[in-house]
């Protein structure tokens, strides 16, 4: 009964997140950013551990799976454009995977971090569910890895936009592999919010980079180690 109650508040929470932000359209207070807060924050004052929120939580983090499969809509509907730019999109993506397990095995290093820690930073621009099983799957902590995955899609959805101005990055295809490549399910969201185009290079940039990670994660940290 108590996670089912959790349920129900963790979406009404994220009702009320998406409603401000549909109504002051603000990049701080984007339901990734304010849901947790508010969710943190009740159960801190109701004194509700974790594993009890978690007996009713765990049914979104399923949910996580099928809606990842949604993606593929728009990569149907778009896919003369898709083939069209398809290598341009595979080598960008297989790029900014390297780029990312690369830095964080640098930052692992530079920090004296212990393996574990490492592995779960690893796959962090990977969409969730399959980040957590890449994490898993090297020797990583999931929970952790999930974290990591969300501060990292946070942070390319709060930022992605102030970066494509600045580098005035122009076209849809460039746009969409940005934000689907570093800010994962999160990101392409937000390339919705600027085009359909953009959307959709997001949507299969994203899938790919998930694709080439579980591949590229796993074989170069076995080298380096």
């Known amino acids: 009964m108590i996670g089912f109650l959790c349920l129900l508040l963790t979406l009404f929470t994220y009702w009320i997140s998406k409603k401000m932000y549909q109504r002051w359209n603000w990049s ?28 009713g939580g765990q049914w979104l983090t399923e ?10 809509w728009p990569i149907y509907k778009y896919f003369d454009l898709l083939k069209k730019h398809g290598m341009a999109i595979l080598l960008n993506v297989i790029v900014g995977s390297f780029l990312s397990v690369i830095t964080s095995a640098l930052l692992a290093n530079y920090f004296q971090i212990d393996s574990s820690l490492e592995h779960s930073l ?23 890895t999930a974290v990591f995955v969300v501060l990292t899609a946070l942070t390319g959805a709060l930022l992605g936009p102030s970066l494509i101005r600045i580098c005035r990055i122009k076209t849809a295809i460039a746009k969409g592999i ?8 999160t990101g392409t969201s937000k390339a919705f919010e600027i085009g359909p185009v953009e959307g959709t290079i997001a949507s299969l940039s994203m899938l790919l980079t998930a694709g080439a990670s579980l591949v590229i994660v796993p074989l170069f940290l076995s080298w380096i180690h």
């Open 28 to 55: 701080l207070l984007s339901p990734l950013l304010v849901c947790p807060i508010i969710l943190i924050a009740l159960l801190l004052g109701l004194d509700t551990s974790y594993e009890t929120y978690e007996t």
């Open 122 to 144: 690893a796959p962090h621009i990977v969409t969730t569910p399959i980040a957590m099983a890449i994490s898993e799957m090297i020797g990583g902590m999931s929970q952790l």
């Open 178 to 185: 940005m934000l689907g490549t570093s800010a994962n399910g």
């Open 63 to 72: 949910l996580l799976k099928p809606a990842t499969v949604a993606f593929a």
